[in-house]
């Protein structure tokens, strides 16, 4: 596969606006690891090659472990992650593949004990960011470097 277009290069403008989202995400009380865990699940969702590797890499250099990092994917069947993260993976599974079926009160109800109302919209942006990054990835043929 070969890159369609440069996104960066190619309109500088657009991609201003989407860095411009991104800078206002790293400002929001979000814990990095749990963005980290949010951004590797949907990218694997969407497949996007390019994120899952940028993502997995960000992960392990902020301490994340490798064990963790291989089993975001089958994450409800592994004892690895702690209640709040496994929330915050079932939403961004949920809003990732929102297209297939809404957002449940059920699903909704388990997050809420987690996260408040702005915790839960903050991870909203996150997740909403990380599907925008995949969807230039994905349409462009953005690849990870060797």
């Known amino acids: 596969m070969t890159l369609r277009a440069n996104f960066e290069k190619d309109s500088p403008d657009a991609i201003k606006a989407l860095m411009a989202m991104e800078m206002a995400l790293r400002t ?10 949010v951004n590797l699940k949907s990218s694997q969702i969407n497949r996007c090659a390019y994120c ?3 993502h997995t890499a ?31 993976l079932a939403w961004a ?3 990732t593949l929102v297209h297939q079926q809404h957002i449940s ?16 919209i903050d991870l909203s ?6 599907n925008t ?11 990870p470097k060797i």
């Open 93 to 95: 599974e949920a809003l």
């Open 58 to 88: 960000q992960a392990r250099a902020a301490g994340e472990t490798d064990r963790r990092l291989a089993a975001v994917i089958a994450w409800r069947d592994t004892p690895f992650f702690t209640a709040r993260e496994r929330a915050a």
């Open 105 to 120: 009160d059920e699903l909704y109800e388990e997050v809420s004990a987690h996260f408040d109302a702005k915790q839960l």
């Open 52 to 54: 899952i590797d940028l």
């Open 28 to 37: 929001l009380p979000i814990d990095r690891t749990l963005l980290d865990l």
């Open 125 to 130: 942006v996150a997740v909403a960011t990380i």
């Open 133 to 143: 990054w995949n969807k230039f990835g994905i349409a462009f043929r953005k690849l």
